[in-house]
Nanobody
Framework: EVQLVESGGGLVQAGGSLRLSCAAS????????IGWFRQAPGKERGGLSC????????YYAESVKGRFTISSDNAKNTVYLQMNHLKPEDTAVYFC??????????????????WGQGTQVTVSS
């Protein structure tokens, strides 16, 4: 059974940092991609970043490029999202998604039906 467990959210002041973790199980981690998404109150869930564990390629949405860094520890079946220079508009519930498909040349992300439970990130001004 596929399981994704996010952790690392919390309350931080603007300009601060947080590192989110997504611990995955139930599939062959090295063969797929994992994506990070977020959903703010009253807004749709949107994609932020993804990483392919098979080739290490990554993607960042413009809104987080240069501030967020995605990485993976394949030995621990865990993907991280390091978030720096946080802004109040980053406040949302953050979710990871996988096992996903990612085609780097075409920037095509094929979402999985599996999501974690989410972790709340609140950035105060």
């Amino acid at each position: 059974e596929v399981q994704l467990v996010e952790s690392g959210g919390g309350l931080v002041q603007a300009g601060g940092s947080l590192r989110l973790s997504c611990a995955a199980s139930g599939f062959t981690f090295d063969d797929y991609a994992i994506g990070w998404f977020r959903q703010a109150p009253g807004k749709e869930r949107g994609g932020l970043s993804c990483i392919s564990m098979s080739d290490g390629s990554t993607y960042y949405a413009e809104s987080v490029k240069g501030r967020f860094t995605i990485s993976s520890d394949n030995a621990k079946n865990t993907v991280y999202l390091q978030m720096n220079h946080l802004k109040p508009e980053d406040t949302a519930v953050y979710f990871c998604n996988g096992p996903a498909g990612w085609n780097s040349p075409t920037s095509t992300y094929i979402a999985s039906a599996y999501w974690g439970q989410g972790t709340q990130v609140t950035v105060s001004s």
